[in-house]
């Protein structure tokens, strides 16, 4: 028996059956028939294993399961389908499961800024998120004021590390405020930096909504509380 009648004979794919066909709604024939026999076994199971986690946020958070609309649904299911590493895994649950309460929240372009990011980025990045959040909350205990009001320090992205900010800011994630700096201070930055203008890394607004939608529905529904950048 092959490996995709493997899993079939498991019952997994039956198992997800119905999650499946609430979330894809008026997709859900389409989309039966291709995991019947259109995809490779590989892309089944990662596929099995974003919804499964799907699942799992949208039970912790006491949330029904909703249609996702087809310009979000088909293509979180296309890309999320050909990945296996568990921390991008769980970031196209994330955003599926925050598309199936809040469509509104996700933009299409979210999906292709996941697309872009390696595993090891994107765990860099909700490493950063986490401790702009954390700094974010000390000030305000109540968790109001928007994310991306918090600076990243240039020491986080060291010279030679993977994580550069090149690749976060081309996608539009973080983004530079530039500032005066003193004569003292250019000097000093010229040896450390090799550059004169004084800025710092601050989350975009879009970077804040992509990094919460991709945490799932609890975290994307506390955009709304969220203030506008100055």
């Known amino acids: ?8 004979k498991s019952g997994a794919v039956e198992k997800i059956a119905d999650l499946v ?8 024939e389409e989309v039966g028939m291709l995991l019947g026999d259109k995809v490779k076994v590989y892309r089944v199971q990662n596929w099995i294993k974003t919804v499964q986690k799907t699942e799992r946020l949208l039970l912790d958070a ?12 088909l293509p979180i299911m296309e890309a ?6 568990e921390t991008l895994q769980d970031m196209w649950a994330g955003l599926l499961a925050t598309a199936s309460q809040d469509t509104d929240t996700v933009s299409p372009s979210f999906v292709e800024t996941l697309k872009q990011l390696t595993p090891t980025e994107a765990k860099y990045l909700q490493r950063l ?6 700094e974010r909350r000390k000030h305000d205990p109540h968790g109001n004021g928007w994310v991306g009001q918090s600076s990243i320090p240039r020491t ?7 994580e550069r900010p090149d690749t ?10 530039y500032s005066e700096r003193s004569e003292e201070e250019t000097l000093i930055d010229v040896m450390i ?17 992509f990094l919460q939608a991709c945490q799932g529905p609890s975290a994307a529904n506390s955009a709304s509380d969220a203030s506008t950048p100055e």
Do not use: H
């Open 1 to 8: 028996m092959s490996d995709a009648g493997e899993i079939i």
């Open 21 to 28: 066909n609430k979330l894809a709604g008026p997709m859900a």
């Open 62 to 73: 006491g949330l029904p399961v909703n249609a996702v609309p087809p310009r979000l649904f």
């Open 80 to 85: 999320s389908s050909i990945e296996d590493n």
């Open 129 to 134: 998120y986490d401790d702009t959040s954390s």
């Open 156 to 162: 986080r992205f060291e010279a030679g590390s993977p």
């Open 168 to 177: 976060f800011e081309r996608l539009g994630l973080i983004r530079r405020r």
């Open 193 to 209: 930096y090799g550059d004169e203008l004084n800025f710092e890394f601050m989350f975009t607004e879009y970077g804040a909504g």
